[in-house]
């Protein structure tokens, strides 16, 4: 390794706050980290590759803070209190201005759980950032996919389909851009539609709140119907939703007419709220949760015995529109 990347990691290392598990840190050749007695440890990874997770052109306080808060959701999925996480950065060369830019988002949403960086890996190659966090349940008591029950009522949280809406007006911007010559400055990106899918909020609170609620749970990173359908599956059982009452945002209902916006909610990615299921009788638990964290939680259907995810609106049956745009990557 180069001196170049012994000084990156040494800016990493200045600027990472510590937890009292942590029993050793970056620097070493692995962390030493005290799991507390009586928890699980819960472990998740993902990837995010550059002009494939994100647009090429966000800015790298958006590209840290999207790395962290991925994985983030899905601890959020499984119920769990974030802990730690490591961070293996590959960059085409040891970019110190990037490497700053970076940490300001991803540490400003580590500071926000009290997670800390405890190691890593730095190399050369494509831009690509690959997150692994660590974090606790009580034993026993994680939020699963498999877990669903025939007559639960189906909840997401949030808005859906605005960091999808945000990428498609990105899209409709570089690619008309790019191919008529018209200005960047000709289309329309909603600052709002963009933030979604830049800075996504992982619903940390929500899941440590659901973990006594909800029966099966999962994170809408997918699109809300796949990620139902892989909940279902899961489950063995299946979805009736009503497409009419998935939850929209004002900008995102400003932004496109009903038959675009409802295929952005039901099948659009990055969304990265929690879909999860409840006996009807928890209903009130339910609001009283919305209530407490000023969240919008919405009833969006019912888990059946028959396999897959039915949809509808009051019009009749459903189905996704085909997609009006050139596909990313
Ligand atoms: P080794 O050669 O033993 O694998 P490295 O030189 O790769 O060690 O890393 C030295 C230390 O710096 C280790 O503690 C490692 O976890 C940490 N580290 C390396 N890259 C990063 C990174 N991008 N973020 C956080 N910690 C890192
Ligand atoms: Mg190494």
């Given amino acids: 390794m180069s001196t170049r990347e012994f000084e990156l990691i040494a800016r990493i290392r200045a600027r990472v706050a510590l937890r009292d598990d942590v029993v050793l840190g970056i620097g070493d050749d692995a962390a030493l980290l005290q799991v507390p007695a009586g928890q699980q440890l819960v472990v998740a990874m993902d990837t995010l590759n550059a002009g494939v997770h994100f647009p090429e052109d966000t800015a790298?306080?958006?590209i840290g803070w999207k790395a962290l808060a991925v994985n983030l959701s899905d601890l959020a999925a499984m119920g769990a209190q974030p802990a730690w996480c490591t961070l293996s950065l590959s960059m085409p060369e040891a970019?110190?201005?990037?490497?700053?830019?970076?940490l300001d988002g991803?540490?400003?949403?580590?500071?926000?759980?009290?997670?800390?960086?405890?190691?890593?890996?730095?190399?050369?190659?494509?831009?690509s950032i690959c997150v692994t966090v660590h974090g606790f349940v009580e034993a026993g008591t994680a939020l699963r996919r498999d877990a669903a029950r025939?007559?639960?009522?189906?909840?997401?949280?949030?808005?859906?389909?605005?960091?999808?809406?945000?990428?498609?007006?990105?899209?409709?911007?570089?690619?008309?851009?790019?191919?008529?010559?018209l200005s960047l400055a000709n289309?329309?990106?909603?600052?709002?539609?963009?933030?979604?899918?830049d800075r996504p909020t992982p619903r940390i609170v929500l899941g440590r709140a659901l973990q006594s609620i909800a029966?099966?749970?999962?994170?809408?990173?997918?699109?809300?119907?796949?990620?139902?359908?892989?909940?279902?599956?899961?489950?063995?059982v299946g979805a009736q939703v009503n497409i009419d009452a998935l939850p929209a945002s004002e900008a995102l209902c400003?932004?496109?007419?009903?038959?675009?916006?409802?295929?952005?909610?039901?099948t659009g990615g990055d969304d990265y709220e929690?879909?999860?299921?409840?006996?009807?009788?928890?209903?009130?638990?339910?609001?009283?949760?919305?209530?407490?964290?000023?969240?919008?939680?919405?009833?969006?259907?019912?888990?059946?015995?028959?396999?897959?995810?039915?949809?509808?609106?009051?019009?009749?049956?459903?189905?996704?529109?085909?997609?009006?745009?050139?596909?990313?990557?």
């Fill in 150 to 181: 025939i007559g639960d009522d189906i909840w997401v949280s949030g808005t859906l389909g605005d960091a999808a809406g945000g990428l498609q007006q990105w899209r409709e911007r570089t690619v008309k851009g790019g191919q008529s010559g």
């Fill in 215 to 236: 029966h099966a749970c999962i994170d809408v990173s997918d699109g809300q119907l796949a990620d139902l359908g892989h909940l279902c599956k899961a489950s063995g």
């Fill in 95 to 102: 970019d110190t201005a990037f490497v700053d830019g970076f």
């Fill in 254 to 266: 400003a932004a496109f007419d009903q038959q675009v916006r409802q295929r952005l909610q039901a």
């Fill in 187 to 197: 289309g329309h990106s909603d600052p709002l539609l963009r933030a979604r899918l």
């Fill in 106 to 127: 991803f540490l400003a949403l580590a500071s926000q759980h009290d997670v800390a960086l405890v190691g890593g890996d730095t190399t050369r190659g494509p831009l």
């Fill in 274 to 329: 929690l879909c999860f299921t409840v006996a009807p009788d928890a209903r009130a638990a339910v609001d009283a949760v919305a209530r407490e964290m000023e969240l919008e939680l919405t009833r969006i259907g019912v888990i059946i015995a028959t396999p897959g995810v039915a949809t509808r609106t009051a019009e009749g049956a459903w189905s996704a529109p085909a997609a009006g745009w050139v596909h990313f990557g």
């Fill in 60 to 62: 790298p306080a958006d």
